[in-house]
């Protein structure tokens, strides 16, 4: 049997389009082991590319049976390994990211939307490659195609940003509340809100609510958290809160985390 990279990959395909089913039916029952939860965490770093290459590849496949491409073979099969590679990408940016949901604070209807999209897009784009040879393979299932596996790229985009910055993050510079005067601000919802829906929200929300935190409400703000109370009246050398944000910068526990914006010294004053 003549060994190919193409029919290695096509196998890969099918073994990560069966896992991925699987992942979906027992997800609930399954433990990422700690030695695998790297790999899941890759997932934000890696789900670029095959999305680069996915678009190209539906771009292509959308004119593929246009009367001046139909018969280029470069053309085809440049598509043709086009699509392979950004499918098989795909795939396991799909099982890196159930690996990913798996942790804790990942929940809401923000992860619904992002996972079940992310995952169409798998399975569509799989589907027209191993159906595009097919002879009742045609124009309109092409355009189709490529149309929906673009609107799914598109969705599961919006809302892993939304998992990834917090909600409203494109559009927050123009979307957002004009500044109050001071004389007529109430301190918590035009001072102290602003600031956490800017530094702490994109983590502490109801679809990502890192160490069970949420911090878009006030009864959530006064829950608290996995660690505790965010604050404690009359103390506020012991107060959480404040203690996280005056941590070092390097250190493990400083909020907001050191590859996020930091606060002003403004904003901590």
Not at 25 to 42: A, E, H, I, N, Y
Not at 168 to 188: C, G, H, M, R
Request: net charge positive; glycine share 8%; with cysteine.
């Amino acid at each position: 049997m003549k060994f190919t990279v193409k029919g290695l990959s096509e196998n890969i395909l099918f073994a990560l389009n069966i896992f991925i089913v699987f992942l979906l039916l027992f997800g609930d029952k399954v433990s990422v082991p700690l030695w695998l939860q790297p790999l899941g965490r890759m997932h934000p770093m890696i789900l670029h590319f095959p999305i680069v290459l996915l678009m190209l590849a539906m771009l292509l496949e959308f004119f593929r049976f246009k009367q001046v491409y139909n018969g280029e073979q470069l053309y085809q099969r440049f598509t043709t390994g086009l699509l392979l590679t950004g499918v098989l990408l795909s795939a396991v940016t799909v099982v890196m990211g159930l690996f990913l949901s798996k942790e804790e604070g990942y929940t809401g209807d923000a992860l619904w939307w992002h996972k079940w999209t992310g995952v169409l897009v798998v399975f569509v784009s799989s589907a027209i490659y191993w159906s595009r040879n097919k002879i009742w393979y045609r124009a309109p299932l092409a355009k189709s195609g490529a149309v929906i596996t673009t609107l799914c790229i598109i969705v599961a985009g919006h809302y892993g940003a939304t998992l990834t910055h917090g909600d409203n993050y494109v559009l927050e510079p123009i979307t957002s509340a004009k500044q109050v005067p001071v004389d007529q601000a109430i301190v918590f919802d035009d001072v102290v809100m602003p600031i956490f829906s800017a530094k702490c929200l994109s983590c502490h929300n109801p679809d990502k609510a890192k160490g069970s935190l949420i911090m878009d409400n006030t009864s959530s703000l006064l829950k608290g958290g996995k660690t505790g109370k965010l604050f404690v009246a009359g103390k506020p050398e012991i107060s959480l809160l404040l203690e996280r944000i005056h941590l070092p910068v390097d250190d493990k526990k400083h909020m907001p985390p050191k590859n996020k914006t930091q606060l002003t010294t403004e904003e901590t004053d």
